[in-house]
């Protein structure tokens, strides 16, 4: 795909609304000190963004004598945004204004077992349309940003491989163009995790950075060059079906000795059973309440718990080197509900092992961290997305 100046204005824009929702109220020279563009650029800008009500005017800030400088800020009730996580069992929808605060939210369990996308797409459609009415924001809503689990074509709008309900290219933006009246954004929670980092999180600021999301899944999102790498068909990051081991366990892909055999909750609790076969901390194949019970048992000192937790920090550690040796990043952020639920003892186990197996240049360079964000990122990353295309659509209005 060529990059084309309307790209590089976008991207600009990006920029701009992100630094002054990271520091608000601020001044255009200082926002051409924090971005890096020039003067005029940013001046050009910021006139694009009030025009469209998503900056307003904050009044003139002390320049000691000089000509005053005009402040403007984020405007919150310029628009508001809807973001929406798509599980396995539940679909969660988070409204937020312009400044990313949550205006209201709604929560369907959903079952497993239903996999029919008519189905499921209509309990999307009524989350969305719940939160929407709880929100009563006078604001326009400017879009949706839907993360689905699998391996998703954003262009087209097409579920083009979700393992979990067996989906293989089911028109998914179509479907659910029925239910939300609102311009739709799709991508998956990599991506959503991903971007929620690159705007709010960890990885503001950053050129290159890598966001591993520890789950049920295991994946990873790259920001090269401060922008999301998405691939030839938006499939990059399948970092968990990489082999860490060879002729390892069998993954659920088919495959041997996969990374997220190793390091998601499943292969997790399979390390547990093998240390300690009937283990009580396992409970049975609920995935959520045995990391939860590995967790305190880790911060109680239990020989197990901390011999499980130091095997998959090993594995993580390993698999996280690779990346490392491969990509040179300035960071590595932990993102997910099993690396949020096992925090710190796995992080700093995973720093050791990175240490252990990474080569020195690129290692001695790289920070790691546990993600700074308390929401759910993958609805804030969503609703990024929606961000991003209310954003773009400011170039192709024209002005
Ligand atoms: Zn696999």
Do not use: K
């Amino acid at each position: 795909m060529r990059t084309t100046s309307r790209d590089i204005r976008t991207a600009n824009r990006y920029r701009v609304l992100r630094q002054a929702i990271a520091e608000s109220p601020a001044s255009r020279p200082r926002l051409a000190a924090a971005t890096g563009l020039s003067p005029a650029t940013v001046t050009t800008l910021v006139a694009e963004l009030i025009a469209h009500d998503m900056l307003v005017d904050a009044g003139f800030e002390d320049s000691g004598g000089g000509r005053p400088r005009g402040l403007f800020e984020v405007n919150p009730g310029g628009g508001a945004l809807i973001g929406v996580d798509v599980a396995e069992t539940y679909v969660h929808a988070e409204v937020v204004d312009l400044t990313l605060r949550t205006l209201a939210r709604a929560h369907e369990e959903l079952d497993p077992g239903d996999r029919e996308p008519t189905r499921l797409t209509r309990r999307i459609g009524a989350a969305v349309r719940a939160a929407a009415g709880r929100a009563a924001t006078g604001a326009p809503v400017l879009g949706a940003g839907i993360s689905m689990p699998g391996m998703v074509d954003r262009e087209g709008g097409v579920s083009v491989y979700a393992a979990n309900w067996d989906w293989h290219h089911v028109p998914l933006l179509s479907l659910l163009a029925d239910e939300i009246p609102f311009p739709l954004h799709l991508d998956n929670p990599m991506r959503a995790c991903l971007v929620a980092e690159l705007w709010f999180g960890a990885a503001s600021g950053r050129e290159d950075a890598i966001v591993a999301n520890l789950g049920t899944g295991v994946g990873a999102g790259f920001a090269l060059g401060g922008a999301p790498h998405r691939g030839a068909s938006n499939s990059a990051g399948e970092w968990g079906h990489t082999r860490l081991v060879p002729d390892g366990r069998r993954c659920r892909c088919g495959r041997l000795g996969c990374v997220e055999s190793y390091v998601g909750a499943p292969g997790i609790m399979r390390t547990l059973a093998e240390i300690s076969p009937g283990s009580p901390l396992l409970a049975g194949d609920d995935q959520t309440a045995t990391v939860a019970r590995l967790a305190r048992a880790c911060r109680e000192g239990d020989p197990v718990a901390d011999q499980v937790l130091r095997r998959t920090a090993d594995h993580l550690g390993a698999a996280l080197a690779d990346l490392v040796n491969l990509l040179d990043p300035e960071i590595v952020i932990l993102t997910g509900w099993v690396a949020r639920r096992l925090g710190a003892p796995l992080l700093g186990l995973a720093r050791e092992a990175v240490a252990r197996h990474a080569l020195r240049r690129p290692r001695e360079t790289t920070e790691i961290v546990l993600s700074p964000i308390r929401v759910n990122p993958v609805s804030l990353g969503a609703a990024t997305f929606a961000l991003e295309g209310a954003l773009a659509s400011v170039g192709r209005a024209g002005s």
